[in-house]
C-alpha cells in the first residue's frame, strides 16, 4: 500500500511542477533559468507593437498621481526681501520722456557797464608803461579818434534745447513714492566780433581814387571807469565771446492717495511733499587781441600786439524742500493733470573770474589775475507742470506735458563781472544776482503695472 501511494504521488507531482513553474511567470524551457538570473533582473517588457504585448489594465492601477504647487517650499521660497519687491513693484510705474526746453537767455546784455556821466564813443584807455593809466582821445597809434563797437549777448539764445527725463514711482503706505531727474544737453553761444573790427583809414589825395577824408578805425570796445574816468577796454585786433550753459536736477516726492482716490470720481487732488535740487551752471569767455603802448614819446607811439582775456563762470547748487498738490481728471482713458509746487531752499553758488592783461586790473602792471567767492543765498523756486496721459494699452501709456519753472537768485557770469572800476582794479570783480525761466515740452511713455 505505501508503494502504490509513493509512485501515485510522484505521477501528480511531475504533472503539476510544469503548471506551477508558468503560474509563477518565469516561463524558462528545459535546463531552467540561466546561471546569472539572480544578477540581471526580470526580463525586459516587450515593445507596444510586439505581437507578445499587452495593454495594461486600466480600471485597478496602483498608480498615484499628486499635483504639487508651484511654491515647492524650502530653498524654492521667497525671501522676505522678494516678497516685499514683488509687492512693491506690483503696482509701480516707470516713465521716460524726451525734453524739448528753453531756459531765460541773457538778452540785451552788454559786455561792459555804462560809465559814469554816459558813454564816450570817442575816448580810449591805453595802459602807459610801467604804472600808469592814461585816457587819450583816439586811436593808440594816430591819435585820431576811434569808433567803439560794444559786444552784446541779444544773439545768444537758450531756445530748444534737447534733453531727457526719467521717473520712477512706487507705492508705499498710503500714497506713492516718487523719483524724478532730468538733464539738458550743453548749449553753446559764440559770437565773433573780428570782421567788425576795421583799421583807420587815412585820407591821401594821390590815391586812386582820392581819399578825401579820414575814416576812423574800428575797435571791440568795452566801456568802463577808472578812477572816476570813463573810458573803453579795446580788442583791437581780435574778439570772440563763448557762452555755455548746462543745466540738470533731480527731485524725490511724496504723493499722498487722494482721500476720494478709488471711488470713481472725476477729480482726485493729492498733497505731495519732498526734496529738490538743481544744478544750473554757465560760463562766459571773451578774449582777442590789442595794441598795448610802449612808449608814447614817438610819433606815432609805439605798441605791441597782446592777448587779452576775460573768463566768469557760475555754478549754482539749489536745493531744499518743496510742497505741493497733484491734481487728475480721468475721462474714460485720458487722464489729465496739473502740479504746482514750491521750494524754499538755499542757493549755494561758486563765481570765479580770471583776466588777462587787463589794463585796468591791478596798478602795479599785474594784469593775470583771479577771483573766487563761494557762498549761500536764499533761492526759491516755483515749477508748475500740465500733463496729460493716454492709456493705449493694459500697462503702456503715452505721456505728454508742459513744464514752466522759475529760479531766484541765480548768478550768471556776465553779472559777475564789474565794469565801474577804481584804480586799484576793485569793482571788477563783483557777483549779482537774476532770475531766469526754464520751460518746454515733454513727451514720452509710461509703463503702469
Known amino acids: 500500500m505505501s508503494g502504490r501511494m509513493t509512485l501515485g504521488s510522484l505521477f501528480v507531482l511531475s504533472a503539476l511542477i510544469p503548471g506551477l513553474c508558468q503560474a509563477?511567470?518565469?516561463?524558462?524551457?528545459?535546463?531552467?533559468?540561466?546561471?546569472?538570473?539572480?544578477?540581471?533582473?526580470?526580463?525586459?517588457?516587450?515593445?507596444?507593437?510586439?505581437?507578445?504585448?499587452?495593454?495594461?489594465?486600466?480600471?485597478?492601477?496602483?498608480?498615484?498621481?499628486?499635483?504639487?504647487?508651484?511654491?515647492?517650499?524650502?530653498?524654492?521660497?521667497?525671501?522676505?526681501?522678494?516678497?516685499?519687491?514683488?509687492?512693491?513693484?506690483?503696482?509701480?510705474?516707470?516713465?521716460?520722456?524726451?525734453?524739448?526746453?528753453?531756459?531765460?537767455?541773457?538778452?540785451?546784455?552788454?559786455?561792459?557797464?555804462?560809465?559814469?556821466?554816459?558813454?564816450?564813443?570817442?575816448?580810449?584807455?591805453?595802459?602807459?608803461?610801467?604804472?600808469?593809466?592814461?585816457?587819450?582821445?583816439?586811436?593808440?597809434?594816430?591819435?585820431?579818434?576811434?569808433?567803439?563797437?560794444?559786444?552784446?549777448?541779444?544773439?545768444?539764445?537758450?531756445?530748444?534745447?534737447?534733453?531727457?527725463?526719467?521717473?520712477?514711482?512706487?507705492?508705499?503706505?498710503?500714497?506713492?513714492?516718487?523719483?524724478?531727474?532730468?538733464?539738458?544737453?550743453?548749449?553753446?553761444?559764440?559770437?565773433?566780433?573780428?570782421?567788425?573790427?576795421?583799421?583807420?583809414?587815412?585820407?591821401?589825395?594821390?590815391?586812386?581814387?582820392?581819399?578825401?577824408?579820414?575814416?576812423?578805425?574800428?575797435?571791440?570796445?568795452?566801456?568802463?571807469?577808472?578812477?572816476?574816468?570813463?573810458?573803453?577796454?579795446?580788442?583791437?585786433?581780435?574778439y570772440q565771446a563763448i557762452m555755455k550753459t548746462s543745466i540738470w536736477g533731480t527731485e524725490a516726492n511724496y504723493i499722498m492717495d487722494a482721500p476720494n482716490e478709488g471711488t470713481g470720481d472725476l477729480i482726485t487732488i493729492s498733497p505731495l511733499f519732498g526734496f529738490r535740487y538743481l544744478n544750473y551752471r554757465e560760463s562766459l569767455s571773451q578774449f582777442g587781441g590789442y595794441q598795448f603802448v610802449t612808449d608814447n614819446t614817438t610819433t606815432p607811439v609805439t605798441t605791441s600786439p597782446e592777448l587779452r582775456a576775460l573768463y566768469s563762470q557760475s555754478n549754482n547748487n539749489f536745493y531744499g524742500p518743496q510742497f505741493g498738490t497733484r491734481v487728475e481728471m480721468k475721462v474714460s482713458k485720458v487722464t489729465f493733470g496739473a502740479e504746482p509746487k514750491v521750494m524754499l531752499g538755499l542757493n549755494t553758488y561758486t563765481a570765479a573770474l580770471s583776466t588777462l592783461n587787463v589794463p585796468f586790473d591791478n596798478p602795479a602792471n599785474n594784469t593775470n589775475q583771479s577771483y573766487f567767492k563761494t557762498a549761500s543765498v536764499f533761492a526759491p523756486l516755483a515749477d508748475f507742470k500740465v500733463s496729460t496721459r493716454v492709456n493705449i494699452s493694459q500697462y503702456a501709456h503715452v505721456y505728454v506735458a508742459y513744464n514752466l519753472m522759475w529760479v531766484g537768485s541765480l548768478s550768471r557770469p556776465y553779472d559777475t563781472i564789474g565794469y565801474n572800476l577804481s584804480a586799484s582794479g576793485a569793482g571788477l570783480f563783483n557777483p549779482k544776482f537774476s532770475d531766469t525761466i526754464i520751460q518746454g515740452l515733454s513727451v514720452g511713455g509710461e509703463l503702469r503695472f
Open 24 to 238: 509563477q511567470g518565469y516561463g524558462y524551457g528545459p535546463g531552467g533559468p540561466p546561471g546569472a538570473w539572480q544578477a540581471q533582473g526580470p526580463a525586459p517588457a516587450p515593445p507596444q507593437n510586439s505581437p507578445g504585448y499587452t495593454t495594461p489594465p486600466q480600471g485597478n492601477s496602483n498608480t498615484i498621481y499628486e499635483q504639487l504647487p508651484d511654491d515647492l517650499g524650502f530653498l524654492h521660497e521667497d525671501s522676505p526681501l522678494e516678497s516685499v519687491l514683488k509687492n512693491l513693484f506690483r503696482h509701480s510705474y516707470f516713465r521716460g520722456e524726451y525734453l524739448l526746453w528753453t531756459a531765460g537767455s541773457p538778452g540785451n546784455v552788454l559786455l561792459g557797464g555804462q560809465p559814469a556821466g554816459g558813454f564816450i564813443p570817442s575816448t580810449l584807455e591805453v595802459p602807459l608803461a610801467p604804472n600808469t593809466f592814461n585816457v587819450t582821445g583816439g586811436n593808440p597809434l594816430t591819435q585820431n579818434p576811434a569808433t567803439a563797437v560794444i559786444p552784446s549777448l541779444d544773439a545768444f539764445a537758450l531756445k530748444n534745447i534737447n534733453g531727457y527725463r526719467g521717473t520712477m514711482g512706487v507705492p508705499i503706505g498710503p500714497g506713492n513714492a516718487e523719483l524724478s531727474a532730468f538733464i539738458l544737453g550743453t548749449r553753446t553761444n559764440e559770437f565773433d566780433g573780428t570782421s567788425l573790427i576795421t583799421p583807420e583809414i587815412t585820407a591821401n589825395l594821390l590815391a586812386t581814387p582820392p581819399i578825401l577824408n579820414t575814416t576812423p578805425a574800428t575797435f571791440i570796445g568795452e566801456p568802463v571807469t577808472v578812477a572816476g574816468v570813463a573810458g573803453q577796454m579795446l580788442f583791437m585786433s581780435g
